[in-house]
């Protein structure tokens, strides 16, 4: 069975690096999926923010492109998710998925994390 | 980017009861939606793919349907670990991936 985790912390003050790490179980990174990142602000709806492939294919929001940097670790089976200059905006639940990059499922989600919180603020 | 626009934002119903949840595309995005589950602390759960497809797991009283702009979700039979938000996920073009704004069912 298939689990991810995130990890990282929980506040990050304004303007800094938002940075999380998502461990993948029971599959292994380079097993030919993409790997996503997706938000939900509090009291808000979903935010796809990336996929990224262990090739180094990766597919950005264009609203969050020039902030993100997103990075495949096969060694430690993980991915992880970088987010520059943050403000109070990107104060949201954090989760990270799997993503078949071929078929009917293509860019759906499954399975996801349970999500971590992530709160900006001074 | 194709805006996903769900509807209604809250669906009142008691179990044992249908529930219908609609998705609307902005333009044609053929079969490619899914929907998903959310419940507070727990991990969002694939519920249907291209449309009508049912994830592993997925009871069958959840049903998908609709192609080109148009989609629903039916859950027939409500149980009680079935209230919840539903959301619906265009996968057909990107960038962006998009989502609708969420339906919750609620008793």
């Known amino acids: 069975q298939v689990q991810l985790q995130e990890s990282g912390p929980g506040l990050v003050k304004p303007s800094e690096t938002l940075f999380l790490t998502c461990d993948v179980s029971?599959?292994?990174?380079?097993?030919?999926?993409?790997w996503g990142w997706i938000r939900q602000p509090p009291g808000k709806g979903l935010e796809w923010i990336v996929n990224v492939h262990q090739n180094g294919n990766t597919y950005y929001s264009p609203s969050l492109k020039s902030r993100v940097t997103v990075s495949v670790d096969t060694s430690k089976n993980q991915f992880s998710l970088r987010l520059d200059s943050v403000t109070a905006a990107d104060t949201a639940v954090y989760y990270c998925?799997?993503?078949?990059?071929?078929?009917?499922?293509?860019?759906?989600?499954?399975?996801w994390s349970q999500g971590t919180l992530v709160t900006v603020s001074s | 980017e194709i805006v996903m626009t769900q509807s209604p934002a809250t669906l009142s119903v008691s179990p044992g009861e249908t529930a219908t949840l609609s998705c609307r595309a902005s333009e044609n995005i053929r079969i490619n939606l899914a929907w998903y589950q959310l419940k507070p602390g727990q991990a969002p759960r694939l519920l249907i793919y291209a449309a009508s497809t049912r994830a592993t797991g997925v009871p069958a009283r959840f049903s998908g349907s609709g192609s080109g702009t148009e989609f629903t979700l039916t859950i027939s039979s409500l149980q009680s670990e079935d209230f919840a938000v539903y959301y619906c996920q265009q996968h057909n073009k990107w960038p962006p991936l998009t989502f609708g704004g969420g339906t919750k069912v609620e008793i």
């Open positions: 029971g599959d292994s990174i380079g097993n030919g999926f993409y």
């Open positions: 998925a799997r993503a078949p990059s071929a078929g009917a499922g293509l860019f759906s989600f499954d399975p």
